[in-house]
């Protein structure tokens, strides 16, 4: 798995998380003060870069939690069928098939031998931008 540790209280809105094995990116920090019987507490809220979810995490703000490795990569459209598109890496000149983006904006500018970015986030890729 491509991530790397990181205490909970150093997240900062705009940041990535793992949270329940899904990369996040951070809405929201909320650190309250040290008590007197204990430590700062954080809780972040985030929300899934795939699925759209919200998800919570309240942990002590020394704690650690996993934060994703994103890969930015280029590929260019070889195919678009149904439901996914075939794309090939402008590095690797690897071709694989991803699914369809949900974002129309970005489905409307998707075709044949056109560049895209794609983010590979824990073995998952997903287009972000047309370029």
């Known amino acids: 798995m491509s991530t790397k540790p990181v205490e909970i209280g150093d997240l900062k809105e705009g940041s990535f998380v793992v949270i ?10 909320d650190k ?6 204990g430590s700062a507490k954080a809780r972040v809220v985030a929300i899934g870069i ?4 919200k998800r919570n995490i309240m942990a002590p ?4 939690v ?3 490795i994103v890969e930015k990569k280029s590929a260019q459209v070889i195919a678009i069928m149904p439901d996914t598109i075939q794309l090939m890496d ?12 949900k974002e129309e904006e970005i ?12 983010w590979d986030i824990l073995n998952e890729k997903h287009i972000v931008r047309v370029k």
């Open 32 to 37: 309250s003060k040290t008590g007197k019987h």
């Open 61 to 64: 703000a020394d704690q650690r």
């Open 20 to 29: 329940d094995n899904v990369p996040c990116r951070v809405v929201s920090m």
């Open 66 to 68: 996993d934060v994703p």
């Open 50 to 53: 795939f699925d759209g979810v």
């Open 90 to 101: 402008l590095g690797t000149y690897e071709t694989f098939e991803i699914r369809r983006p």
């Open 107 to 118: 489905a409307a500018k998707l075709a044949s031998g056109v560049e895209v970015e794609y």
